[in-house]
């Protein structure tokens, strides 16, 4: 039985990634932490726990100007508009709780964007596959690799959501995520927003 789940989905965002190689403002003003970064923690938790039942969250801005630290714009500087810094707890039922965070004002990230705990030990994961991006842990402590054996952090891009959904429809069935799912996401983020706006849990 799962217990109790972390998922944290943080880092400095575009503007402090040595990687970004274009000038960053949306993420900071029509973006957000949430909808850029944070929806892929968040929908991770959820495809693997469920919709929660009850969630209290909040929501603020905590870098009100930011310096681009890398790319074609170094040095230029931005007003923050949009939410950077987002936390939540969740409710799943039946005594069962999540901490998540999607956040543009962490500098150092753990190591492990996703545990999850439960009666018989935990599972920590991080990374983009290969054995040692999922390590099981058991209650004598013992660990051992269990991730997939396979190459996709070799050949990810964000495409493949598509072209898994192109052959569902080839294939007839159902694809891997459906707009049952999205939209349960959906549902999720707005709740977080009426809680960090009404400064209550939602149900």
């Known amino acids: 039985k799962v217990t109790f789940a972390r998922v944290t989905s943080s880092n400095l965002g575009p503007a402090g990634r040595s990687d970004t190689n274009y000038d960053p403002p949306w993420f900071y003003n029509e973006g957000g932490s949430l909808w850029s970064l944070g929806i ?3 929908s991770a938790m959820i495809y693997m726990l469920g919709v929660p039942k009850k969630i209290s969250s909040f929501e603020g801005i905590a870098i009100p100007e930011r ?6 714009v170094k040095g230029k500087k931005i007003k923050v508009t949009a939410p950077d810094n987002v936390v ?3 409710d799943f039922g039946d005594g069962a709780y ?3 965070d999607g956040s543009y004002s962490v500098a150092t990230p753990p190591k492990y964007e996703f545990e999850i705990h439960g009666t018989k030990g935990s599972l920590l994961i991080g990374g983009f596959g290969g ?7 058991n209650l004598a402590k013992e660990e051992k690799m269990v991730g997939p054996h396979d190459d996709c952090h070799l050949k990810w891009n964000l495409s493949m959501g598509v072209e898994e959904t192109i052959f569902a429809i080839q294939e007839k069935r159902s694809p891997l995520t459906s707009v049952h799912f999205a939209y349960a996401v959906m549902t ?3 709740a977080m927003a009426v809680s960090n706006r009404e400064k209550r849990h939602v149900t």
Do not use: F, K, N
């Open 40 to 42: 892929y923690g968040l």
């Open 67 to 72: 310096e681009i630290l890398y790319g074609p």
């Open 88 to 90: 939540a707890m969740l």
């Open 98 to 100: 999540g901490l998540y």
């Open 131 to 137: 054995p040692e991006s999922v390590i099981y842990v």
């Open 188 to 190: 999720t983020i707005e």
